[in-house]
């Protein structure tokens, strides 16, 4: 008994030091969408958390890259709302609700301005994130090892107070992202490829 009590603090505690070392910096990451759209070991880092959960069932895209997400907030209004704390905008990074009835059961955002963490998009259906979501295919090629989040982090902050040492990299830790498996080789892409990559399926009308 104690033991599955200790092991259960313990994974809620990885849970919790992920969150910490990744949705914080969400708007530094924003302020620096360029260079991580630009980077496919940047662009390639995996959330820490699933996007979205469905009742009933398991989606077929819950994990989502940094780079899906600033795509999908740069394209997708309904993913933004205003900021409780600020009026600024916020955008969703984690969204839950019922397939069935189309009801949304959380909906957390973080504020691109303050860094306020609150809830609520620009709908209130589940139904609706969902649908947009599901527009998108998942995102190939992946780079081989992406970036740690410290390393990350790093880059975003160095780009953003030293701009002019932009093409200089810190030094590189894979500690943290050692359960990303292998989907392509290095390979460099511009901004244009990388937009391409996210693209929405073809609808098709009878």
Not at 17 to 36: A, T, V
Not at 189 to 202: D, G, H, I, R, S
Request: hydrophobic share 35%.
């Amino acid at each position: 008994m104690k033991e599955s009590i200790a092991a259960e603090k313990e994974q809620n505690r990885k849970i919790q030091d992920g969150f910490n070392s990744f949705y914080p910096y969400i708007p530094l990451f924003w302020e620096n969408r360029e260079m991580i759209l630009n980077e496919p070991r940047y662009y390639s880092v995996k959330a820490s958390n699933a996007f979205l959960g469905a009742m009933y069932m398991l989606p077929a895209n819950p994990v989502v890259t940094l780079g899906e997400l600033l795509q999908i907030w740069e394209k997708e209004s309904i993913f933004h709302s205003h900021c409780e704390k600020c009026g600024g905008d916020s955008v969703v990074y984690r969204f839950g609700g019922s397939p069935l009835s189309g009801c949304l059961f959380e909906c957390k955002n973080i504020c691109l301005q303050c860094g306020n963490f609150g809830q609520g998009a620009g709908t209130h259906l589940f139904s609706e994130l969902w649908r947009t979501r599901a527009q998108y295919r998942a995102i190939m090629p992946q780079a081989e090892v992406p970036a740690s989040y410290s390393e990350l982090i790093a880059a975003c902050k160095k780009e953003a107070h030293n701009p002019e040492n932009q093409n200089e990299n810190p030094e590189i830790d894979f500690s943290e992202n050692d359960n990303y498996t292998v989907t392509i080789g290095h390979k460099k892409l511009n901004t244009n490829e990388f937009t391409n990559l996210l693209v929405k399926e073809n609808t098709k009308t009878d």
